[in-house]
């Protein structure tokens, strides 16, 4: 399965953006997905999981209520709706593929990683 993310770019505090993740294979409508990011110097965490259906959804405490994940399986791709950003949102974002139909947290859980897509938040 390849990822392809787009719709990374350089937006001001406050601002947003919608990331979008592409797949190559319908097989990925029986998995969960999710985004994580990777600011400079720091670990990669986790920002948002989806399960396969989209009946369940989690998030980082430090996006909650700010961004949307979202999903369409008749198109393979996976979303991030990001609104009210903050320049501490600066990072690399990566969109992923789980082991199974259900996500969380765990970077071990996912399989499959897109190259990432790059987003600055000004002040």
């Known amino acids: 399965v390849q990822l392809q993310a787009s719709g990374g770019g350089l937006v001001q505090a406050g601002g947003s953006l919608r990331l979008s993740c592409a797949a190559s294979?319908?097989?990925?409508?029986?998995?969960?997905m999710g985004w994580f990011r990777q600011a400079p110097g720091k670990e990669r965490e986790f920002v948002a999981s989806?399960?396969?259906?989209?009946?369940?959804?989690s998030y980082a405490d430090s996006v909650k209520g700010r961004f949307t994940i979202s999903r369409d399986n008749a198109k393979n791709t996976l979303y991030l709706q990001m609104d009210s950003m903050k320049p501490e949102d600066t990072a690399v974002y990566y969109c992923?593929?789980?082991?199974?139909?259900?996500?969380?947290?765990?970077?071990?859980?996912?399989?499959?990683w897109g190259q990432g897509t790059q987003v600055t938040v000004s002040s």
């Open positions: 294979r319908r097989t990925v409508s029986n998995n969960g």
């Open positions: 992923a593929v789980a082991l199974g139909p259900v996500s969380g947290s765990a970077s071990q859980s996912y399989r499959y």
């Open positions: 989806i399960n396969w259906s989209s009946s369940y959804t």
